[in-house]
Antibody, heavy 118, light 107 residues
């Protein structure tokens, strides 16, 4: 069974940084499309970033240049380094495993909450 | 980026009814379209991928259709556990994009 467990969320000041982690079991991060998706309070789902293959990455326009996705193949973990945080980055952040080849988002963690506020 | 537009924003229905949700893409995404169900306090759940293929364990009352820019999700004989928010998402191009969601609520 595939399990994804996020951690690292918390309260941070605007302009600050935070690093989210996702512990993955049941699949190997290095051979899967692994994504982050977020949901701001009262809003819909927003895709944030993906890493796959040899380390190919893509980002939503709203986070490009501020966030960096990475994976640690030896620990089988996914990470999201978030810098220059804004109040609009406040959200529940989900770690997600995509279907093989990058199809639908098949397995979701329970999420970790990030609050950016002064 | 590809903009996904869902309609209506809210559907008020009674259990047992049939409902159809719509999703439109701002440009063609062939059949690279997924639908998700999201309930409060839970992680989203993949319902449909490839526009019309049910994901593992999804009941047959859920069906997806369409291709190109116009898509539908139909729920036959709505059950109490189906009241939720439904999102479409394209995975044709990066960045992936979701629709804004359709809330299916009790009438």
């Amino acid at each position: 069974e595939v399990q994804l467990v996020e951690s690292g969320g918390g309260l941070v000041l605007p302009g600050g940084s935070l690093r989210l982690s996702c512990a993955v079991s049941g699949v190997t991060v290095s051979t899967n499309y692994m994504s982050w998706v977020r949901q701001a309070p009262g809003k819909g789902l927003e895709w944030v970033s993906v890493v796959y293959g040899g380390g190919t990455t893509f980002y939503a326009d709203s986070v490009r240049g501020r966030f960096a996705i990475s994976r640690d193949d030896s620990k089988n973990t996914l990470s999201l380094e978030m810098n220059s945080l804004r109040t609009e980055d406040t959200a529940l952040y989900y770690c997600v495993r995509d279907q093989s080849g990058g199809g639908g988002m098949e397995v979701w963690g329970q999420g970790t909450t990030v609050t950016v506020s002064s | 980026e590809i903009v996904m537009t869902q309609s209506p924003a809210t559907l008020s229905v009674s259990p047992g009814e049939r409902v159809t949700l719509s999703c439109r893409a701002s440009q063609s995404v062939p059949s690279t379209l997924a639908w998700y169900q999201h309930k409060p306090g839970q992680a989203p759940r993949l319902l449909i991928y490839g526009a019309s293929t049910r994901a593992t364990g999804i009941p047959a009352r859920f069906s997806g259709g369409g291709s190109g820019t116009e898509f539908t999700l139909t729920i036959n004989s709505l059950q109490s556990e189906d009241f939720a928010v439904y999102y479409c998402q394209q995975y044709s191009r990066w960045p992936r994009t979701f629709g804004q969601g359709t809330k299916v609520e009790v009438k």
